[in-house]
């Protein structure tokens, strides 16, 4: 089955650049999420990268695809305190025609910004 | 974007009893919803997909009797843990795409389900 990894924790310092990497094994993956997770919420969807791409940029996060090796990463520059929390990867293959899109997320990455 | 609300926020039921948990899309019709479970330090595991005017579909594993799911209208879906155990307790969450082929789904804020 498809499966997704990521480290489980990341320490960066105020002001500096956060990345935080994925691998998924499912060739099929079409698209590939960050989510956002504070603590006691929900998701947040911070951004997506359809296969066909290698970069993605939104303000200040950065989406980088290896599809070759099967490799995520979401770089945040600028740090704060705010961006503190879990982040999710998670992928989804084509959409099938027979149901809607079934996310399968990694284990989350803790993030925590030093001040 | 979307707003999926939950509601309540969190339960805290005793043993044996059945709690109900609402999913709600408050501006866009939903005629799909997923469940989530989350454990703590752990990923969102998908229990089922709830389809309006149908029946669930339930992942390998979750019990479909022990997870009532009814998918009633458009806009809500509802999860009851029935006859709920300790070892139900989680974090669960639902989420819902605009449309059944829009990659995108919204998630709902979470429900805390303690069962003493």
């Known amino acids: 089955g498809e499966d997704v990894e990521q480290s489980l924790f990341l320490s960066v310092r105020e002001g500096d650049s956060s990345v935080i990497n994925c691998t998924y094994t499912?060739?099929?993956?079409?698209?590939l999420y960050w989510y956002k997770q504070e603590p006691g919420a929900g998701l947040q969807l911070l951004t997506y990268?359809?296969?066909?791409?290698d970069m993605k940029q939104d303000q200040r996060l950065t989406v980088l695809l290896n599809k070759k090796d099967k490799h995520l990463s979401l770089r945040i520059a600028d740090t704060q305190t705010g961006d503190s929390a879990i982040y999710f990867c998670?992928?989804?293959?084509?959409?099938?025609?027979?149901?809607?899109?079934?996310?399968?997320f990694g284990k989350g990455t803790k993030l925590s910004v030093i001040p | 974007g979307a707003v999926v609300s939950q509601h309540p926020s969190w339960v805290i039921c005793k043993s044996g009893t059945s709690v109900k948990i609402e999913c709600r899309s408050l501006?866009?019709?939903?005629?799909?919803m997923f469940w989530y479970r989350q454990f703590p330090k752990q990923s969102l595991m998908l229990m089922a997909t709830?389809?309006?005017?149908?029946?669930?579909?339930?992942e390998q594993g979750v019990e479909k009797d022990k997870f009532l799911i009814n998918h009633a209208s458009l806009t809500l879906s509802t999860l009851t843990v029935t006859s709920a155990h300790p070892e139900d307790s989680s974090f669960y969450i639902c989420?819902?795409?605009?449309?059944?082929?829009?990659?995108?789904?919204?998630f709902g804020p979470g429900t805390r389900l303690t069962v003493l």
């Open positions: 499912d060739s099929s993956s079409t698209y």
């Open positions: 709830s389809n309006e005017g149908s029946k669930a579909t339930y």
């Open positions: 990268i359809f296969s066909n791409m």
């Open positions: 501006d866009f019709q939903a005629t799909t």
């Open positions: 989420s819902a795409p605009l449309a059944r082929s829009y990659n995108e789904q919204f």
């Open positions: 998670a992928e989804s293959p084509a959409y099938s025609g027979a149901g809607s899109y079934q996310l399968t």
